[in-house]
């Protein structure tokens, strides 16, 4: 497996992953919110290219994706926005999701953003470093529970960044 960025070849590819990996067991023919999502941060001012990544497999087909936008702290564009991260069902449980993870963290660290900020589930993202980010004095733009809304310090973070959290545009439409 390879991670890398994303190109402009992989934008019907990077759709799929979404829309394969979030689709309703219920056999809805409905566009996960996530696939449509991933295109509408594409167009907003809040993508940053460098953290928008791929994992292929030895044949070049796209297997995963995840995506961190400019988020804004009390203001400041002192954070990213992680989200959504999607893994094609035939390879999930398999290590790509964590390579992904891993991966964006590591381009953040290296491009000394202080602080990355997500929606996830409060048993699985611990194990990456993240922890309820009302500990770290950034709270959530809705009302989520404090540990769904998670933040994982990097090595520029500084105890000064503090307040609400702002994801890129496109979130506010969900």
Do not use: N
């Not at 964006?104 to 491009?111: E, H, K, N, P």
């Amino acid at each position: 497996m390879l991670i890398r960025r994303e190109t402009p070849a992989d934008v019907d590819a990077v759709r799929a992953v979404h829309s394969a990996a979030f689709a309703t067991s219920d056999g809805g023919d409905g566009v996960p919110v996530e696939a449509t999502l991933v295109d509408a941060l594409r167009a907003d001012e809040g993508w940053l290219p460098a953290y928008s990544l791929v994992a292929t497999v030895a044949d070049g087909q796209v297997v995963g994706h995840v995506v961190a936008t400019r988020g804004r702290v009390g203001g400041e564009p002192v954070a990213l926005g992680l989200g959504p991260l999607g893994v094609l069902p035939d390879w999930q449980r398999r290590g790509v999701g964590h390579a992904l993870m891993h991966a964006v963290l590591g381009a953040a660290d290296a491009r000394d953003e202080p602080l990355v900020v997500l929606l996830g589930h409060p048993d699985y993202y611990p194990r990456f470093g993240f922890r309820p980010a009302v500990e770290l004095g950034v709270s959530p733009p809705q009302p989520w529970g404090p540990q769904y809304f998670q933040a994982r310090p990097l090595t520029a973070w500084r105890e000064s960044i503090r307040g609400e959290f702002r994801y890129a545009g496109p979130f506010d439409d969900l």
